[in-house]
């Protein structure tokens, strides 16, 4: 079921990023709520925040060993850990693995969700963010209720 959940949210990032990059041209821009929220197709060479700009090796190698590690570790523990925590780690590696795709197949990763006030970010840069946000929620919430 975990790989099935990876999968989805997988296409879910390539098919978005599939129809920005094929039906817009960096830098163009459109507002879905104005001064708000707008789709804004570029291009990043970096992490998360443009950290790491140019250093596409790493910026492959590092995730690449974590996705496996997830993988694994989601193989290893799915009949015996709880729901919430492997779909935290799904939707990670989803994130992890939507990524890694644009990076070795062009150099860059596409993005596109951007709310003005923040940097420009992708669905995939969700996923993580969201995976993370739902694990540390779990494990405070676990850990309280096992101390």
Do not use: W
């Amino acid at each position: 079921m975990y790989y099935l959940i990876v999968i989805l949210f997988v296409a879910i990032d390539q098919g978005i990023k599939y129809l920005i990059s094929s039906n817009m041209k960096p830098g163009e821009s459109f507002p879905l709520i104005e001064n708000i929220v707008h789709i804004t197709y570029i291009t990043n060479t970096g992490g998360a925040f443009s950290i790491l700009r140019g250093q596409t090796i790493l910026l492959i190698v590092i995730p690449a060993a974590l996705v496996i590690a997830f993988i694994a570790y989601i193989h290893i523990k799915r009949k015996s850990a709880r729901f919430p925590f492997l779909f935290a780690l799904s939707l990670i590696c989803a994130g992890g693995i939507g990524n890694l795709i644009d990076r070795i197949r062009v150099g860059e990763v596409v993005d596109f969700i951007d709310f003005r006030f923040f940097p420009v970010f992708n669905f995939a840069d969700m996923c993580v963010c969201c995976g993370c946000g739902l694990m540390l929620l779990y494990m405070v919430l676990y850990e309280r209720r096992n101390n």
